[in-house]
């Protein structure tokens, strides 16, 4: 292991990768206080390999480094280091997150300079994936909390989301009578799908897949909505404003759903009424805000964005609608609103759309979800069109797209790009 050291030091990456290894071979069978220098062999294997370019190679190493001393803050950040390597951007930044948690005070300052540095590439990457250039300001932790107190894993079962027949059709009617073939979306090579890390101090702090697709579909129907002239003015984020910031929009013929032709419509409807007014929206669940945030600057809409007390006590909610609103032409407000209490129905504003991205994760979150809905109904004094983002899980996908068949006119369509996911539209 010494010599290895010295050789790596030297720059004989070569070298030191095969005295590493033999290193390890003499620790075939470590007892348990062996564990951190098998974990220091791993992590120096890690950083050898990165410099070898061979990234594969690097992130097994760093991985094992971890899951041997998940303690050990070297460990998590080489695995960091090589998770952004290997773009991974997201599962990078929790990596830096855990580093965080696990060091001590004199390490932190260099540790959250490279996450602060990591957060800015993020905040890019999560414009590009939205199609929504000012989402480059979105914030995924609270300034004034960061590091975060709490780290907390993802626990979903590896099958729950695994075991399903994606070529299935949805349960509740299709009408494609009007859609045409799409061709394959061009999108951005940084795009990883692998998103559903934790960013923050549990599910609420996390940009979820659902949000990002919910972002994409809006983005396209502005892009269709100003190539066929039907706004009159430009949103924030409309193609002109995109284009300026290298984001660039599917065309029409790629986004031509049945879904997206009633938004549309409702668009055209508001836009035409005496008092021209804006689109009015309530985003259920909005964790970060991204899909009601993409809405306010895609649909030039005003934006009502609720979650938990919980949620918005931590802040970051209301720090990216404070900082969206700046750039908008009406209202982003963010309120807090439970599902389960009935005493928060006095506070829900009347509005034309109502927002779920990746809202049901088990059976017992549907009713709560439709009684919620049936409330903003109630509030609105007329009916309401309804927007789910959906994952298909094996564990309640059936019970929930059957609970779908509450709205009026129901469709469900497939994502194009990825059909584990379905936009589903009704009135309420």
């Given amino acids: 292991r010494a010599e290895a050291i010295v050789a790596a030091q030297n720059g004989d990456t070569g070298q030191a990768i095969s005295l590493f290894q033999e290193a390890l071979a003499q620790l075939s069978s470590p007892p348990l206080q062996s564990n951190r220098l098998v974990a220091e062999i791993h992590e120096m294997l890690a950083q050898c390999h ?12 760093a991985e094992t480094a971890v899951a041997v001393a998940p303690s050990w803050t070297d460990a998590h950040v080489t695995l960091a280091r090589v998770l952004r390597e290997n773009k991974l951007l997201w599962a990078s930044w929790n990596s830096y997150l855990s580093a965080l948690q696990s060091t001590d005070p004199s390490q932190q300052p260099d540790i959250k300079a490279e996450a602060l540095e990591l957060h800015a590439l993020l905040q890019q990457d999560l414009a590009l994936q939205t199609r929504t250039p000012s989402l480059s300001r979105l914030q995924l932790f609270n300034p004034l909390h960061f590091p975060p107190a709490v780290i907390m894993q993802d626990t979903t079962p590896q099958d729950a989301e695994d075991d399903v027949d994606y070529t299935s059709a949805p349960l509740v009617p299709i009408d494609c009578s009007q859609a045409t073939s799409e061709p394959e979306m061009s999108v951005p090579s940084t795009i990883n799908w692998a998103i559903s890390t934790t960013l923050g101090q549990g599910t609420s702090v996390r940009v979820w897949e659902c949000g990002i697709i919910f972002a994409r579909w809006i983005a396209a129907i502005t892009q269709a909505s100003t190539d066929t002239a039907s706004h009159s003015h430009a949103t924030p984020d409309s193609p002109a404003a995109s284009d300026a910031c290298g984001c660039h ?43 009601g945030l993409a809405a306010a600057l895609q649909l030039d809409a005003a934006v009502t964005l609720t979650d938990t007390p919980q949620v918005l006590s931590e802040g970051v909610l209301t720090i990216n609608a404070s900082h969206v609103e700046l750039l908008c032409h009406h209202p982003v ?80 369509e497939p994502w194009h790009e990825d059909k584990r996911f379905s936009i589903i539209s009704g009135w309420l």
Avoid at 50 to 61: C, F, N, R, W
Avoid at 355 to 364: L, S
């Fill in 333 to 412: 407000a963010t309120m807090a609103l439970e599902w389960t209490s009935q005493s928060s129905s006095k506070t829900i504003p009347q509005v034309d759309m109502v927002v779920a991205t990746d809202a049901v994760y088990n059976q017992g979150s549907i009713d709560p979800l439709f009684d919620v809905l049936s409330r903003v109904r109630s509030a609105a004094g007329a009916r309401v069109w309804v927007v789910l983002v959906h994952k298909r899980r094996r564990h309640c996908h059936d019970a929930f797209m059957q609970a779908c068949n509450q709205l009026q006119d129901v469709m469900a």
């Fill in 249 to 291: 929009h599917p065309s029409l013929d790629v986004m031509n759903m049945a879904c997206s032709q009633r938004l549309a419509q409702l668009l055209d409807s508001l836009q035409a009424s005496p008092r021209g007014s804006p689109l009015k929206l309530l985003e259920l669940g909005s964790g970060t805000g991204v899909a």
């Fill in 50 to 61: 990165l410099v070898e370019d061979q990234l594969e190679l690097a992130l097994t190493h």
